[in-house]
């Protein structure tokens, strides 16, 4: 597989033409293994001189947010660097220069910014169910299977199974496995193709991964969050749909969110927190019944509960799970950053309190016990506006 990436990519300096087998815009593992694989066999069946090359549908600064991917491909030993991007081929300026043949696996659809390319389509290959209005009128391959790359197993072992090599195979074995849930009835994914489609490829390379170990680690690569930022973790498995103009964008975030639940049940101090609407269905927000919990208050319960979330994580010898850094160490990385996130109070520093009823007053209480006068933008504007003015009226009396 790498000798033919490695062609694949010097095809790219020269001015020829090119047959590109692509796959979805998730490029997702079964996307990205799919067109791997259907170019690999196309490209050594294919007597005449034609080049097949794959290519992700995604820029490669997108590559590290598909984790179980990224783990896939190192485990199988094929380099990164080998892949091509969407970014690093020009499709439109080869169809308008007439050296683009198209084939589309693991979807149908042309999204609107490739709509041109709709004519260079040659062949479809998908799982799942056809839009008509949206298919190209050319040869459609479909059949409702668990993963694409059950299908273009079978096109292998039924056209050329002599290319089959181990690293090719369980590449396609891995991606089935994980697509059809490791083939559990329960769940329901696998049919009876992806199940004898597994088979044969155990059969073919007995020393393939158990299913159980390459399931789990695909499983745990694929929501693995851990060193992607919030926006990456957005982007991460991201849906984005199109009607009429009109593009909505799912996402979907995979971790924990105990924090609320501390909140939510704290008696010291209770908080009676009221759920408040929230136009972010993911977003959960709350009306803090109990006004005088402030932040600084609320800060050592937060404290506590990072603490015991990270003791949770802690392995039995007592040392957290990130290298290198001890428990010590962490407990100070979260000190920081609660100073970074709420600067302006410090240990040392008390909640504001209101000034207490002057000694000498004439009157029974003071105005500040009942707490800090409630103004208003537009109050303080126009004091502000009777201010200026009265300067204005007295400097003009002085000058007279």
């Given amino acids: 597989m790498e000798d033919y990436l490695q062609g694949c990519r010097a095809a790219l300096q020269e001015s020829r033409p090119l047959h590109v087998v692509l796959g979805n815009e998730a490029c997702d593992l079964d996307s990205m293994v799919s067109a791997l694989t259907l170019a690999f066999y196309l490209a050594k069946t294919t007597e005449a001189e034609e080049v097949f090359v ?16 990224v783990f896939f491909l190192q485990k199988i030993h094929i380099p990164e660097s080998l892949l091509i991007f969407r970014d690093e ?8 220069a007439g050296q683009l043949t198209l084939i589309l696996v693991d979807h149908h659809a042309l ?4 709509a041109a390319l709709e004519e260079a389509v040659a062949e479809v290959i998908d799982h799942r169910p056809i839009e008509q209005k949206c298919c190209p009128p050319c040869h459609v391959s479909v059949e409702l299977v ?12 039924q056209g050329a199974p002599e290319i089959l090599d181990r690293q090719t195979a369980a590449l396609l074995h891995g991606t089935i496995i994980l697509d059809c849930v490791n083939m559990d009835l329960k769940i329901g994914r696998a049919t009876l193709k992806d199940k004898n489609c597994v088979e044969k490829l155990e059969a073919l390379f007995p020393d393939l991964p158990e299913r159980s170990d390459i399931f789990d680690s695909l499983q745990k690569a694929k929501f693995d969050v851990s060193g992607l930022t919030t926006e990456q973790m957005l982007r991460k498995d991201q849906k984005t749909i199109s009607r009429q103009g009109i593009k909505m964008v799912i996402s ?15 008696s010291s101090p209770s908080l009676n927190l009221t759920p408040a609407p929230s136009i972010h269905p993911n977003l959960q927000a709350y ?4 006004t005088q919990i402030f932040r600084k208050k609320l800060l050592p319960l937060l404290q506590e509960a990072l603490s015991a979330y990270s003791d949770s994580k802690a392995t039995p010898s007592g040392q957290h799970e990130t290298a290198g850094v001890s428990g010590e160490q962490v407990d100070k990385e979260l000190d920081g950053a609660g100073a970074l996130l709420f ?11 209101l000034p207490p009823t002057p000694m000498n007053s004439l009157v029974d209480e003071c105005p500040l016990d009942q707490g800090l006068p409630k103004l208003s933008a537009e109050a303080i504007f126009e004091k502000c506006s009777q201010i200026s003015l009265s300067q204005s009226t007295t400097s003009s009396v002085s000058k007279k």
């Fill in 54 to 69: 794959p290519v992700l549908n995604i820029k490669r600064s997108e590559l590290p947010l598909r984790g179980d991917s």
């Fill in 89 to 96: 081929i020009d499709l439109h300026a080869l169809h308008q």
């Fill in 111 to 114: 999204p609107r910014s490739d």
């Fill in 146 to 157: 668990g993963s694409c790359a059950t299908l273009v197993t079978e096109r292998i072992l």
């Fill in 252 to 266: 979907a975030i995979y971790m924990d969110l105990e924090i609320c639940g501390v909140l939510e049940r704290s």
């Fill in 287 to 290: 009306l803090q019944g109990n």
């Fill in 343 to 353: 600067p302006r109070l410090s240990q040392d520093e008390e909640e504001p309190s």
